[in-house]
């Protein structure tokens, strides 16, 4: 069994900084990409950022130069730094993983942690 699990998110200010991690844990082998994604209401989720095994990150438009994504690969955690937030930022932030735990990879998701931008 996989798991991932998120912690960091809360409430905060507009203009205020939050730091999310995700640990994955459980039979892992390897792990390819992580990544964060977000879903406000009423809105489908999309992705905020993720980074490859190498180090390669991708940033979706709106959080280049706000949100900063790391990665521990011995540790087999994901962080994102979110600076100057909005609350357009409000949202469930979701880590998502492409972990191989048998034989192939598969993708896990943990189970979101809610991250509120008040003005």
């Known amino acids: 069994q996989v798991q991932l699990v998120e912690s960091g998110g809360g409430l905060v200010q507009a203009g205020g900084s939050l730091r999310l991690s995700c640990v994955a844990s459980?039979?892992?082998?390897?792990?390819?990409?992580m990544g964060w994604y977000r879903q406000a209401p009423g809105k489908q989720r999309e992705l905020v950022a993720d980074i490859t095994r190498g180090g390669i990150t991708n940033y979706a438009d709106s959080v280049k130069g706000r949100f900063t994504i790391s990665r521990d690969n011995a540790k087999n955690t994901v962080s994102l730094q979110l600076n100057s937030l909005t609350p357009e930022d409000t949202a469930v932030y979701y880590c998502?993983?492409?972990?191989?735990?048998?034989?192939?990879?598969?993708?896990?998701w943990g189970q979101g942690t809610q991250v509120t931008v008040s003005s």
């Open positions: 459980g039979r892992i082998f390897s792990v390819n990409n």
């Open positions: 998502n993983a492409n972990i191989m735990s048998t034989t192939y990879y598969l993708t896990y």
